[in-house]
């Protein structure tokens, strides 16, 4: 547990400047802990006021080799991709697949291939907001558990490369 929590506060032992480091809790649940996080698909709960908090998940910008394994593997398994991402819980849930996109294609692969939009992704993610009411409420754990139950199966395709 904790080497998935993220730090809120910097060093200011030193310094003139005692404003925190962030004003939100984060914790990212992933294979190795947040030091590995950039090469597996994990779960990130984020707590913050004013209606800021969320939960999230998938492959947040990936190196290059892990990118490419994911693109490589959502070519030849364009079927079971589609499957997971048009999962109608998850749809109902995460509302989709977000990330941001390349303008072209990435070397590899052809500018008219059936599944170009989704290898275009910089990165493969879910995520929900949450209110202050969800987040505070007695079902809060659940709620959470539930979001990484739905989102799954899309992590063990991206960590499966």
Not at 42 to 62: D, N
Not at 101 to 109: C, V
Not at 127 to 140: N, P, Q, V, W
């Amino acid at each position: 547990a904790k080497t998935c929590m993220f730090r809120i506060n910097r060093d200011i032992r030193f310094s003139a400047d005692k404003t925190i480091y962030k004003t939100h809790m984060g914790a990212f649940i992933v294979k190795g802990g947040k030091n590995n996080g950039d090469r597996f698909a994990g779960y990130y709960v984020h707590v913050e006021p004013k209606g800021r908090s969320m939960i999230a998940g998938g492959a947040y910008v990936p190196p290059m080799p892990c990118l490419t394994a994911i693109r490589e593997k959502i070519d030849r398994e364009s079927s079971k991709f589609l499957k997971i991402i048009n999962n109608s819980e998850l749809k109902a849930f995460y509302g989709g697949i977000e990330g941001e996109q390349l303008k072209s294609a990435p070397k590899g692969f052809a500018r008219d291939h059936p599944m170009i939009d989704l290898i275009k992704m910089k990165s493969y993610l879910v995520s929900k907001e949450l209110s202050d009411r969800e987040i505070t409420s007695d079902g809060a754990f659940n709620l959470i558990l539930k979001g990484c139950r739905i989102m799954k199966p899309l992590n063990d395709f991206l960590n499966d490369y």
